[in-house]
C-alpha cells in the first residue's frame, strides 16, 4: 500500500525522511530535477479543530469548566466551539 494518498497527503505522520530519486550530477544542470514532498493539507471543506491537551491539571481548575483559574482564550474557544466533558484518566 502506498504511503500516500491522491494528492499527495501522507497515511502517516510525521513524514518519513525524504530520499531523493534522480540522478545528482557534479553541476545542477547534470542533476535530475528536484523533487520536494509537498506539504501536507487538509481536504477541501475540512473541518478546523483545534485540540488542547494539558496535563497535570485537574478538570475543574480553569475557568472554563467551573474552576477558579480565569482562562479567557480557553473561555472564548469553548464558547464558539465543542466542549468535550465526558472522559476517564487514571493516575
Same mark, same amino acid.
Given at each position: 500500500?502506498?504511503?500516500? &494518498?491522491?494528492? +499527495?497527503?501522507?497515511?502517516?505522520?510525521?513524514?518519513? $525522511? =525524504? &530520499?531523493?530519486?534522480?540522478?545528482?550530477? &557534479?553541476?545542477?544542470?547534470?542533476? $535530475?530535477?528536484?523533487?520536494?514532498?509537498?506539504?501536507? *493539507? *487538509?481536504?477541501?471543506? @475540512?473541518?478546523?479543530?483545534?485540540?488542547?491537551?494539558? $496535563? $497535570?491539571?485537574?478538570?475543574?481548575?480553569?475557568? /472554563?469548566? +467551573?474552576?477558579?483559574?480565569?482562562?479567557? /482564550?480557553?473561555?472564548?474557544? @469553548? @464558547?464558539? +466551539?465543542? &466542549?468535550?466533558?465526558? =472522559?476517564?484518566?487514571? *493516575?
Amino acid at each position: 500500500m502506498s504511503e500516500e &494518498r491522491s494528492g +499527495g497527503t501522507p497515511r502517516i505522520l510525521p513524514r518519513p $525522511d =525524504f &530520499r531523493f530519486s534522480g540522478e545528482v550530477g &557534479r553541476t545542477y544542470l547534470e542533476s $535530475d530535477p528536484p523533487q520536494f514532498p509537498q506539504p501536507v *493539507a *487538509a481536504p477541501k471543506g @475540512a473541518p478546523n479543530i483545534v485540540l488542547l491537551l494539558i $496535563d $497535570d491539571c485537574g478538570f475543574g481548575q480553569y475557568g /472554563t469548566f +467551573g474552576g477558579g483559574i480565569p482562562s479567557p /482564550t480557553m473561555d472564548k474557544l @469553548a @464558547a464558539e +466551539g465543542l &466542549r468535550f466533558t465526558r =472522559f476517564h484518566t487514571t *493516575a
